[in-house]
Structures are given as C-alpha cells and as structure tokens.
C-alpha cells in the first residue's frame, strides 16, 4: 500500500521560508516522478511542482517559479519543497503525490494516483 506524509507546514510571515517534506512508502519511490499541489479554500487543487524519477527535471508553475525549489532524496525515499518569498497568496493545504505511471511526469492532478493527506500553509501579510 502506497502511503505519503507530509510535514513542515505552519504559519509565517510574508517573505518568510518553509520546507514541506514528504516521505513516501509503498513502492519502487526512486521509479517515479513526485508532484505538489495546492489547495486553497474554494479553489480546485492546482499544480505547483514536480520532479522526474532521477530528480534530474523540475517543473514548475509560473505563480511558483523563481521561489519555489522541489528536491528529491531518492536514498531517503523522500520529495521536499523548499518555498522561498512566501506571499500570502500561497496560504493553502498543500499535498504531494507520486505519478501515476513509472518515470512519466505530469502537471495535472490526473497524472497522479496517490495523495497525502496535506499540510497547512498559512502567509500571514
């Protein structure tokens, strides 16, 4: 059974730092490329990161791009999410997932099979 958790959300200032971590259980992690979404309330879960299998391509979205960095320690089973100039627009739940077919990436939530179970990210203006 594949699980994933999620850690290191919480509330900070805006311009300030978090590092979402996500440990991931279940299968062959280092086969798979592994995502983040977010979820704001009343908005539909959107794209944010994601890396290939080798952790040797990132993509990101443009809302996200030049402050948020996505990793990957294959050896630790293990995706992070380094968020950087958080702005207050950011404050969501924001969840990992792991890619629904071997070394495939994806930047929709249909690329995607299994979720954790998310974080609170809450900017403060």
């Known amino acids: 059974q594949v699980q994933l958790a999620e850690s290191g959300g919480g509330l900070v200032e805006a311009g300030g730092s978090l590092r979402l971590s996500c440990a991931a259980s279940?299968?062959?992690?280092?086969?798979?490329?592994m995502g983040w979404f977010r979820q704001a309330p009343g908005k539909e879960r959107e794209f944010v990161a994601t890396?290939?299998?080798?952790?040797?391509?990132?993509y990101y979205a443009d809302s996200v791009k030049g402050r948020f960095t996505i990793s990957r320690d294959n050896a630790k089973n293990t995706v992070y999410l380094q968020m950087n100039s958080l702005k207050p627009e950011d404050t969501a739940v924001y969840y990992c997932?792991?890619?629904?077919?071997?070394?495939?990436?994806?930047?929709?939530?249909?690329?995607?099979?299994?979720w954790g179970q998310g974080t609170q990210v809450t900017v403060s203006s």
């Open positions: 997932a792991t890619s629904r077919a071997p070394f495939r990436t994806a930047t929709t939530i249909h690329g995607y099979d299994y």
């Open positions: 890396i290939r299998a080798s952790g040797g391509n990132t």
């Open positions: 279940g299968r062959p992690f280092s086969n798979y490329a």
